[in-house]
């Protein structure tokens, strides 16, 4: 089986690191290179853009020019909180202090904004060098300083048993459990995240997102699992083009220069149909910056 390279929005399940997600749909795929946009917390599912084969380079152009802006649901409980503050990790607090509808709604807007938030401490936030949950999983102290942050909406959409479900739309580095985390401190208590999904990633919508069990079935049933393989260029389509001939794409494989009278910046680079990389103009000369 041939390597092959593209795009693939999968729908994350819970209980699986996003690398072990992009790798099990890389294998189908017969990749050795892959990557995925974001991460997604072990606990999470939902939106994960995984890139693989020559895709992979793509991936800092695909977050460029795309929106910021990412959308969780989430639902805590209030009245213990966790080392990792979801129902993954171990109780090391409790409070009989359960916030009233009212009280929680009143704190929502203090959390909306750009706004300093401190991360987990089992986050993947680079303390000397080292992980900071690996420090936290080896029983090391990490103290980590907040951070600026954007979070565009946050809303309570329900309150189901002992249950409280939020929506939220923030911008990257935003850390979903600090948010249920700082909820029940503005009301005097704590609280633990038990579920969280991703709904909206850089634009990408979870309704056209694939679940990774149904792509494995399809996968171990000769069905046409390719047909979610997305092409190299997906999610590039705000960037202008600009087509070569046979001669020039040849010579600008090679990083060779092609005049052109094209407007200065990024540019996705076709010869015909066929997508070969993304080149930036200055002053009417076509540079290679990634080929295909």
């Known amino acids: 089986m041939l390597t092959e ?7 994350k399940p819970s209980g699986m690191f996003s690398r072990r997600a992009a ?14 946009i974001g991460t997604l917390d072990e606990m999470a599912s939902g939106v994960l853009p995984i890139a693989i084969g020559a895709a992979t380079k793509m991936i800092p152009f695909v977050e460029e020019i795309r929106p910021s802006i990412k959308e969780y649901e989430f639902s805590l409980r209030f009245g213990f909180e966790t080392d990792t503050l979801d129902v993954l990790g171990h109780e090391i607090s409790h409070s009989d202090i359960i916030p009233t509808r009212e009280m929680v709604t009143n704190v929502l ?10 991360p987990p401490a089992y986050s993947a936030v680079h303390v000397g060098g080292r992980r900071a949950y690996d420090l936290a999983r080896r029983g090391r102290a990490v103290n980590l300083p907040p951070r600026h942050v954007h979070i565009d909406t946050l809303e309570l959409l329900g309150i189901d048993g002992d249950v409280w479900t939020f929506c939220t739309r923030c911008g990257r580095g935003t850390y979903v459990r600090a948010i249920a ?16 999904r991703r709904t909206q990633s850089i634009g990408f919508s979870i309704k056209n997102a694939v679940q990774l069990d149904f792509l494995e079935n399809l996968f171990n049933n000769g069905g046409d699992f ?6 190299i260029d997906f999610g590039l389509g705000d960037i202008p083009v600009q087509n070569l001939d046979g001669k020039s794409a ?8 092609i005049a052109t009278s094209g407007a200065n ?19 009417g000369i076509l540079r290679p910056k990634r080929t295909i």
Do not use: W
Not at 109 to 118: A, K, S, V, Y
Not at 226 to 231: A, D, F, G, S, T
């Open 5 to 11: 390279s593209g795009f693939v929005l999968l729908d």
């Open 23 to 36: 790798g099990t749909v890389a294998r189908m795929f017969n990749a050795h290179t892959f990557g995925h």
């Open 109 to 118: 807007p203090r959390l909306i904004g750009d706004i300093e938030q401190i």
């Open 181 to 196: 985390r700082d909820i029940a401190q503005m009301c005097g208590t704590v609280a633990t995240v038990t579920m969280i």
């Open 226 to 231: 390719r047909k979610y393989l997305e092409p």
């Open 250 to 257: 040849g010579l600008y494989k090679n990083g060779g220069f």
């Open 265 to 283: 910046g990024l540019c996705r680079v076709y010869c015909g149909d066929k997508f070969i990389g993304i080149g930036y103009i200055v002053d």
